[in-house]
């Protein structure tokens, strides 16, 4: 239910041509109707998984809060030792993509003399995340990274709050769901302290496997979500290195890889 008809078309017309056998006569009609099909709508099978502009969930809604509940459970527990390693006494934390702020407080808020700036593009969550936890060190606001006065944005809130630099910017399951990483990297990169570190955690469905899959059902499963654009750019991991580099960013290290 969460597939446009755009998406729908995506994946649909995708998949192998159907083949009864060496000896079946029908195979070239077969063969013709699926070639003109791709034909109509205009795409090659290699141009159909592209980063698009990303529809959005309501983060209010039943399905997103247990969908980002069951995220949370297994990504805290997997990074756990990262941000351990990261997290240092009064440092200033930028959390982009904070949502309703329970994970940026999750992984963040034990951290001695910590200041905590959570930027999220949705409304109801900021106004969500102040009501349960803002407070003379902990300020959320709402602003969409992407947009073009983003980089203005950060520079009003630096000085509204006093901040030089940001020491940790961390952008969790956000890239991914982006049009241009480059450029919100290259915007970002100003912002951070000389020896800050930025934390990203994306995603690559290449790396996704399931064995046994006898009938190919999680193969399959993973190949839809990549004609979804709520899901974001599933193959987005593997280019994040690349951006980055060319963002000016050093001592890049790819800590973890896959679960």
Known sequence: SCF????????????????GGIYDTFIGQKITEELLSLLEHGQSVEKLKIRNKNRYRDASAEKEKEFLKQQT?????????????????????????????????????????????????????????????SSDSIHFYCADIEDSSFNSFLCKIKEELNIEYFDLINLSMVLLHTENPYRILKTIRPHLSKDGVVFIRDIDDDFNFAFPDTNGIFRH??????????????????????????????????????F
């Open 73 to 133: 459970e297994m990504l805290l527990e997997y990074d756990k030792d990262i941000y351990e390693n990261i997290n240092r006494p009064g440092k200033i934390v930028l959390d982009l993509g904070c949502n309703d702020g329970k994970n940026t407080m999750a992984r963040f808020k034990d951290v001695p003399n910590v200041k905590i700036i959570g930027i999220d593009r949705d409304r109801d969550c900021i106004n969500s995340a102040n009501d349960k936890f």
């Open 221 to 258: 499963m993973i190949d839809i979500c990549s004609y979804c654009d709520i899901l974001g750019y599933r193959q987005s991991g593997k280019e994040i290195y690349t951006y980055l580099k060319r963002s000016g960013f050093s001592h890049v290290k790819i800590e973890k890889m896959g």
């Open 4 to 19: 446009t008809p755009q998406e729908i078309n995506r994946f649909k017309h995708q998949s192998a041509i159907p083949y």
